[in-house]
Structure formats: C-alpha cells, structure tokens
C-alpha cells in the first residue's frame, strides 16, 4: 500500500518498551542528565523527559493510555444548553455561543454546539418566509 516515507509518516506511535524505559531512569537516577540518558538509548529527549516526568509525578515508567474517546466539551452544560433552546426556539448558534461565554464557557466553534444540540435531539430547522412554489423547485 504505502512505502517510504509515507508509510513511516503514518505509522502509530507505540510506547517505549519497560525494558527500556528501565534503563532510562537508570541512568538518570546514577547521575546522568535526562538529555544524556535519551541520547545513550537513542530515544527522543522530549520522551526521556516525559517518562521522568511520569515518574515524578506518579511513581510509574508504565506508559500512559494511547487515544480513547474524549468527552463532548459541552456535555456538563447540557441542561444549560436545554434552557437556552427552550426560552427561546429560534436562537442561533452564534447567541448560544454568546451567552455561553458570558456564563464563562468558551467554545471557540460553532460545529461544536451544532453536534452537541444535534446528541441531544435539539435541533430545529429554520423555515424560509414566504410561501412555497407552487410547482415546486426549478
């Protein structure tokens, strides 16, 4: 399918292996600099940094879970967004968006009030005025 370059540039990422990683917080815990340590095992320095950081910060070399499914951002704002609809039906997204900002809710796209509206079975669509054609559309 790919070869080269494409097929390195669309590879997964996986994580470094314990073995590894092992070896890494050994030789910064015998004194050598994180930089030094990434540079001995060929390793990136941001990595070594990463992992050191875990470590500090957790106690674990273990790697950290890869993707996973992230929460809607407005999905805690849901009865928020259910009261805005409801005081007034032919609110548009950029006023939700407004009055969410002024209740301190940033959220920079309009698609994301869209498809969270749209998960909650909120959406509406807006009629044109005017009457229909009769002979319908030409």
Do not use: C, F
């Amino acid at each position: 399918m790919w070869s080269g370059a494409w097929a390195q540039r669309l590879a997964m990422t996986t994580p470094l292996s314990q073995d590894l990683r092992r070896r890494i917080v050994r030789a910064v815990e015998k004194g050598s600099s994180i930089r030094q340590a990434a540079a001995r095992y060929e390793v990136s320095p941001s990595a070594a940094v990463k992992l050191m950081r875990r470590l500090r910060q957790t106690g674990l070399v273990t790697p950290e879970r890869i993707g996973g499914h992230r929460r809607p951002v407005l999905e805690p704002h849901q009865d928020l967004l259910r009261s805005l609809v409801d005081a007034k039906s032919g609110i548009t997204l950029a006023e939700i968006q407004a009055e969410l900002r002024t209740r301190g809710i940033v959220v920079q796209a309009l698609s994301t009030i869209h498809l969270m509206l749209k998960r909650m079975d909120l959406t509406h669509k807006k009629r044109r005025s005017g009457r229909p054609n009769r002979t319908g559309r030409t």
